[in-house]
């Protein structure tokens, strides 16, 4: 499964990421992370990109193409991959449709997380928070001033993707500010695999069609217990014209006797009633 995650910082891209990789042995692949591991390692191109991100900023596309390029090579990600934080702007997004395009490879689905932005900020400083109460490390650039300038990058650079992919059919738009386990359990059942023909108007003609079958088997029910010469309706009415039908009618409260099930206990549909039923006649009768 090639998945790609699309929306603001603090949507909850990564948490949703990390879930669909244990859901479905895939690996997350995050544009952010392997930036900050190349930064803390000191490469040539992490301390370029680590001064970018500290500002807010984006890190120039041909990096960013050129790891992911890499990356989505390497083994652990043949069974699949969900990006997060890739691609980020239009550029990204048509160098990887050609990346995918050289290898054969296809996406299977753009999940758009929704958030309303001005709730992000209070997210962000609610994870800032709880981050710095557990005693970890914040990131460099989850401060107000770095996170205002990532919103207006995604605002100008990124959103124009959620177009991009609804051209192409492989957007799905999910509430991001549902609580965690419902944005998961919208995420799975917009990735489960349509049910072949099971389509609403099917379902309701199969609803139909086992009530019409429900019916005939309560009709030949009602006639078997009449006897044979109820039964005969159709065909004797055929033969006679539609005079049989009113005469095997007319056997039916006979044939009823016949089968020798006394009045009293015809039931229901018998004409004495259930005791429930004549309880009620007689109160209405009072
Ligand atoms: P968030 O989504 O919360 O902003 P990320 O960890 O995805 O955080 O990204 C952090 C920073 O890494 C970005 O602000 C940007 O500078 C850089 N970055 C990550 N992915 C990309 C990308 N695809 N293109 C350009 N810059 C990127």
């Known amino acids: 499964m090639r998945l790609i995650l699309l929306g603001p910082p603090g949507a909850g891209k990564g948490t949703q990421a990390q879930r669909l990789v244990a859901k479905h042995g895939i690996v997350q692949l995050s544009t952010g992370d392997m930036l ?22 984006l890190v120039p596309d041909e990096v960013v193409v050129a790891i992911i390029a890499d990356r989505i090579g390497e083994a652990d990600a043949r069974r ?3 990006l997060d934080g890739f691609p980020r702007t239009v550029p990204q997004a048509e160098a990887l449709d050609r990346l995918l395009k050289e290898r054969g490879l296809d996406l299977d689905a753009v ?26 490390k914040v990131r460099a650039d989850d ?7 990532r919103l207006d990058a995604y605002r100008a650079q990124t959103a124009p993707l959620v177009d991009y992919y609804a051209r192409t059919g492989q957007l799905k738009t999910v509430d991001g500010m549902a609580p965690i386990d419902a944005v998961t359990a919208e995420i799975d059942r917009l990735l ?13 003609g199969r609803r139909a069609s086992r009530a019409r079958a429900a019916k ?8 078997a217990r009449r006897g044979p010469k109820a039964s005969r309706g159709k065909a004797a009415a055929r033969a006679t014209g539609g ?12 044939s009823r006797k016949k089968a020798g099930r006394p009045v009293a206990k015809r039931g ?18 009072r």
């Open 243 to 254: 005079k049989g039908r009113k005469r095997a009618a007319k056997a039916a409260p006979g």
């Open 192 to 204: 489960r695999p349509a049910r072949p023909g099971r389509s609403r108007a099917k379902t309701a």
């Open 36 to 57: 900050r591991a190349a930064a803390a390692a000191g490469t040539p191109v992490g301390l370029r990109a680590k001064e970018i991100m500290e500002r807010g900023e």
């Open 216 to 223: 005939t088997k309560t009709a030949r029910a009602r006639a």
């Open 268 to 285: 229901r549909a018998g004409r004495a009633g259930t005791r429930k039923t004549r309880a009620k006649r007689l109160t209405r009768a």
């Open 111 to 136: 999940i758009e997380l929704k958030v309303d932005e001005a709730i992000l900020m209070k997210r962000i400083e609610t994870r800032i928070a709880e981050m710095t109460a557990r005693g970890e």
């Open 143 to 149: 401060n107000a001033e770095a996170l205002k300038k």
């Open 80 to 82: 699949g991959f969900v």
